[in-house]
Structure formats: structure tokens, C-alpha cells
């Protein structure tokens, strides 16, 4: 009986075989007109292979993108993702190819409608694929009436942006006569009251639950939103990662470009070309211009799009492209300045390395951040960048009025212990290697114990040392600088016990350029 059975389930199997064999051949010579036996299973590998890379984009976006963008050297590139097939397209020819076909051929609409899947992300609204008569009202909004009310609302967004941050400051917490106030959620605050201001009047803007609800929506739903915050921040953090733009900066807000700005929303070139440099080094998408295909579409060069596929430009690749950008690599803040206005503030540093290209932040001339002529997203080229600019007018007075050049020095030995402290925690062995000590020291067990739990002390002194200047406390700065002295010392007799003398050498001296520099109080010094 056994054997019956079993003979019965071999025959079934290779009955199965038999089977999708014949379906495979049959798929292959309805594709090729004729028989490719031996090939169907690398067709079926191959079409594995493309359904996995398309779901690795997920997890590889960026990545993937980038490296499509290199090998393609300016011509379009597929990229396959879980539900669709994008083309990206980067040359100017191609580019004014998609700004001119009808919106009934590619659609804005359609490929925003895919994105943001209004249907489940907004209570069931929908609207069409085509740019037609329910969209007029919007745009008509958008781009004409809230743009010729502009020099009206900045006032008022100047008081909403003033007033938001004024509750911030009074509802946090003081210590010792200081407070530190969180970025990113005052950002957010700012940004939802001053919106709420500018499109729904001072009466719903102080009315909490509607905020709530506003911002909850944003969150939910708006992807455009979240970009204006993240743009916020990243500049913000460009500010800190490069000291030596504060001064010109604060001294073009204390000029009478100020009163041009505030009147008309120009007028400050600097803080202008800062931010649109800081959007491009950390730009928060990889594609934009995205236009969906109502119908086939072939490109110059007979690249085509079907119904159904995405076309974009990859906004992130050509932001760091040499062909677009002198020195991509490099933060440069002042790039977009006019060469004349650069020349009083006499610091070879921050010239441009593209005399004679300055560009305004709204300016969409080979700048793919907006989008792409005739259908430049009216939101963000009229109103968001009026109201970001003016968060970080005012971030930047709030922010670094006690900052100086001299404060460098002490946040790097604070950010060198805080993270260099948590090293041992990942991998015990390389930090022992790394502090300079052999590597029969480093594979010891007991030791790395140990390095475990005096690293841990390190990091403590690091987050004080931030706790400490954060509160304006430079002379305990200076005080815990100093006594790090101490600390070099000793990490560098036990170096030179061990047999590391260069290792010793190196730890003792920077143990006492770290301690004079708090014994003279360079921190604190005025």
C-alpha cells in the first residue's frame, strides 16, 4: 500500500512539472513567436530577480537612484518599484519635453493623486487624474490671490511666527535663569499656526482644537509639510555646522534689507542663497517634477512611457552633479549671491564658485526642487518659503546670539566624549585599539569590561559639558576643561607603560592644550 502511495505521489509530481513546463514554453513562444525550451527557467529567475530589486527600493531609494543616475551620464534611466515603473529624465531637452506635453497626456494630478492616495489618507476625497474645473479654485488660490496678498500677510505671519515662539519660551521650563527650547516641535508649532493664519484668519488660528486637528492632518496626510519642517531643521543645522556665515547673516538682518523683506518677502539675498544651499546639500526627496502617463508618451531618443508609469527627475543626483554645480560636494552658502554683494565682507571663503549665477530662492531655472516650469507647485514657490525664511530670521537672533568662534574648540572635546564614550558599548576591542593600547589588552575580556564602564563616565562628562554651555554656563565650561587635564595625563602614562609611546606622547599634550584652554577661560573670555 505504501508503495503505491508513494509511486502515485511521484507521478503527480512530475505530472506538475510536466505542466507548468508546457506553460512555460507556451508563455515563451507566444512572447518570441517560437520555442526556447532551455529558457523559461531564467526567464522566471529573471522575473524573481526584477520583482526583488524593485522591492529593495524600499529600503534603497536613494541609492538605487544614485546609482542609475552615474551609469546613465545624462541620459533617461528606468527604475522599478514595488507598483510601478519610474523614468528619470535629467537633461534640459527632456525636462521641457515633459513642462510641454498636455496635462491629458502627463498628469501632476494623477501622479500627486498616486502618492498621497487622498481616497484612504483624507476621509474618501478624491479628485481626477486630469487637471480640470475642480482644480481651478485651488491653484486660482494658490498661485494668484494668496500671492497678491503676500506684502499684506507678512506682517501678520511675522507676529504669528513671533507669537508662537514667545509661548514656547514662556511655557518652558527655566534653569538656572536659562531655557532650551526643542527645534523641531517649535518649528512644527510655528509653521501649522502661521499656515492656519494665512489661509483660514486670526480667528480659527487661536482656536487649539482646530490646531490640533490642522496639525494632525499635516502629519497624517501631507508629505509637503513634513519637507518645510525637515528643510527648517537641515538649515538650521547648516548654521551650526558652519559658524563663519552667523556674522554676515545676523549683520544682512540688521540692515535695511530687513524692512525690504518685510514688505515685499526680498530683499535679503545672503539668508536667501544660505537656505536654497542648505536645500540642496540635504535635499529631503530624491525625485521631484513627478508627472503620471494618461496615455503613451515617447521622449526624444524614443525612450517611452505607458499609461500608468511615473516620469520624475532625480532631484537629489543632479543637486551633487558637477555638470550643475561647481565644487557639489561642498557646502557653500553664499553660491547663489551676486559676485558684487560678496565683495565688502572680505572673506575669500565665502565667495561663490559660480560668478555671475545668482539665483533667489524661488528661482525654478535649473532647480528641480519646485518643480518644473509651468507646473512649479504654487504652495511651496509662494507662500512656504515666505514663512520658512521667516522662522529662520527669527531662529537665527533666538539661536546664536552668545555664539562664537571660540566655542568651537570646547563642543568638539564635548562631542568627541559623548560619541567616542559610547564606542566601547558597540565594540569593545576596536576602542581599546583605537585609545592607543595593544591588542593584547584589547582582546582581554576583563579589560573591555572595564573600558565598558569608564567610557560610560566619559560620555557623562560630555552630555555635561553640552548640558553646561547649553545653559550659558561657560565657566563651568571652562572648569571641566581643565580638569580633563588630569585625564590626558593619566591616559598617557599608562599609554607609555604599555609600550605606546607616540600614543602617549599625543594624549598627554592634547590633555594639556585642553586644560590650559579652561585655565585661561577661552571659553567664557569676552
Not at 47 to 54: D, E, L
Not at 65 to 82: S, T
Not at 427 to 448: C, D, M, V
Request: glycine fraction near 6%; charged fraction near 20%; proline fraction near 6%.
Amino acid at each position: 500500500m505504501l508503495f503505491l502511495l508513494h509511486n502515485l505521489l511521484q507521478g503527480i509530481a512530475l505530472l506538475g512539472i510536466f505542466v507548468l513546463a508546457r506553460f512555460a514554453v507556451r508563455q515563451i513562444r507566444g512572447k518570441h513567436g517560437k520555442s526556447h525550451v532551455l529558457s523559461w527557467p531564467f526567464h522566471i529567475l529573471s522575473s524573481v530577480r526584477k520583482r526583488a530589486k524593485a522591492w529593495s527600493f524600499l529600503l534603497h531609494g536613494p541609492e538605487i537612484i544614485q546609482d542609475a543616475y552615474d551609469k546613465a551620464k545624462g541620459a533617461p534611466f528606468e527604475v522599478f518599484v514595488p507598483e510601478n515603473r519610474y523614468l528619470f529624465i535629467s537633461s534640459a531637452k527632456h525636462i521641457k519635453e515633459v513642462d510641454t506635453a498636455p496635462d491629458s497626456v502627463l498628469s501632476l494630478q494623477a501622479a500627486a493623486k498616486q502618492m498621497l492616495q487622498p481616497k484612504y489618507t483624507m476621509h474618501n476625497f478624491d479628485w481626477f487624474d486630469k487637471r480640470g474645473t475642480e482644480g481651478t479654485p485651488l491653484v486660482r488660490t494658490l498661485r494668484t490671490l494668496l500671492t497678491n496678498h503676500i506684502p499684506k500677510l507678512l506682517p501678520d505671519i511675522r507676529l504669528a511666527t513671533s507669537e508662537s515662539f514667545d509661548k514656547r519660551h514662556d511655557a518652558c521650563r527655566s534653569i538656572n535663569g536659562v531655557k532650551a527650547l526643542p527645534v523641531y516641535s517649535m518649528v512644527k508649532e510655528a509653521v501649522v499656526y502661521a499656515n492656519a493664519l494665512s489661509f483660514f484668519g486670526r480667528d480659527l488660528a487661536h482656536d487649539q482644537e482646530f490646531l490640533k486637528s490642522a496639525t494632525d492632518f499635516i502629519e497624517s496626510t501631507l508629505l509637503f509639510a513634513e519637507i518645510i519642517r525637515l528643510t527648517i531643521c537641515f538649515a538650521l543645522h547648516d548654521l551650526c555646522l558652519h559658524p563663519e556665515y552667523i556674522e554676515p547673516l545676523r549683520k544682512e538682518l540688521e540692515s535695511p534689507l530687513r524692512e525690504e523683506f518685510e514688505q515685499t518677502g526680498k530683499g535679503l539675498p545672503l539668508l536667501d542663497s544660505f537656505i536654497r544651499e542648505s536645500a540642496r546639500t540635504t535635499p529631503v526627496e530624491s525625485m521631484s517634477t513627478r508627472r503620471q502617463a494618461l496615455e503613451p508618451f515617447i521622449l526624444s531618443g524614443g525612450w517611452k512611457v505607458e499609461v500608468g508609469d511615473m516620469i520624475c527627475t532625480p532631484a537629489r543626483a543632479m543637486m551633487k552633479d558637477p555638470a550643475h554645480f561647481a565644487a557639489p560636494q561642498e557646502f557653500l552658502g553664499f553660491r547663489f549671491v551676486d559676485p558684487e554683494l560678496l565683495v565688502d565682507l572680505d572673506r575669500p571663503k565665502l565667495q561663490s564658485p559660480q560668478p555671475g549665477q545668482p539665483h533667489q530662492l524661488t528661482d525654478a531655472t535649473d532647480w528641480q526642487v519646485w518643480g518644473t516650469g509651468r507646473m512649479v507647485c504654487p504652495v511651496f514657490k509662494r507662500v512656504s518659503q515666505i514663512v520658512y525664511r521667516r522662522l529662520i530670521f527669527s531662529l537665527v537672533g533666538i539661536m546664536f546670539a552668545d555664539f562664537a568662534l571660540r566655542h568651537i574648540p570646547p563642543l568638539l572635546v564635548a562631542t568627541a566624549l559623548t560619541f567616542g564614550g559610547l564606542m566601547p558599548f558597540f565594540n569593545a576591542e576596536y576602542a581599546i585599539q583605537e585609545f592607543g593600547l595593544p591588542k593584547r589588552i584589547a582582546t582581554s575580556k576583563p579589560a573591555q569590561s572595564v573600558m565598558i564602564i569608564s567610557s560610560a563616565r566619559i560620555t557623562a562628562i560630555g552630555i555635561a559639558l553640552f548640558t553646561f554651555y547649553l545653559q550659558g554656563k561657560f565657566e563651568a565650561v571652562d572648569t571641566i576643561l581643565f580638569i580633563l587635564g588630569y585625564v590626558g595625563l593619566v591616559d598617557g602614562y599608562v599609554c607609555w607603560l604599555e609600550g605606546v609611546p607616540g600614543k602617549a606622547v599625543f594624549r598627554t599634550l592634547s590633555g594639556t592644550l585642553i586644560a590650559a584652554w579652561g585655565w585661561y577661560g577661552m571659553t567664557v573670555s569676552r
